[in-house]
């Protein structure tokens, strides 16, 4: 019985030395470093993909800016040109009439 246990014992020993010697199973840990690299570059394309999408929103907004502002000059212009033809309506008015 003795020698049986040496004889397990001794094989374990021999087994397990290199897992010990070397590190844990090698392939774990390629596995988990793989793993790890690929959710880096996921989450590094996902924050690429939000600043660009951030950027194109800051384009839109300041584009809606932009056509805003020349909306309302243009509404100030048809305003004047519409004052000036009333004005000139009235006097042509005025001059007919006395």
């Known amino acids: ?14 087994l397990t030395a290199p897992v010990v ?7 774990r840990c390629g596995a988990r470093r793989l793993h790890a690299e690929i959710r880096r570059e996921v989450r590094e394309s996902i924050r690429e993909v939000r ?3 951030d950027q194109a929103h ?3 907004r300041r584009a809606r800016e932009e056509e805003r502002a020349a909306a309302r000059q243009l509404t100030e212009f048809a305003r004047e040109v519409a004052r000036a033809a009333q004005r000139e309506a009235r006097e042509l008015r005025d001059r007919v009439l006395w």
């Not at 019985?1 to 021999?14: C, E, N």
């Not at 010697?21 to 392939?27: Q, R, S």
């Open 51 to 53: 600043d660009a999408l």
């Open 1 to 14: 019985m003795k020698d049986s246990m040496r004889w397990i014992l001794a094989t374990t020993v021999l």
């Open 58 to 60: 800051c384009e839109l």
């Open 21 to 27: 010697v070397h590190g844990w199973d090698g392939t």
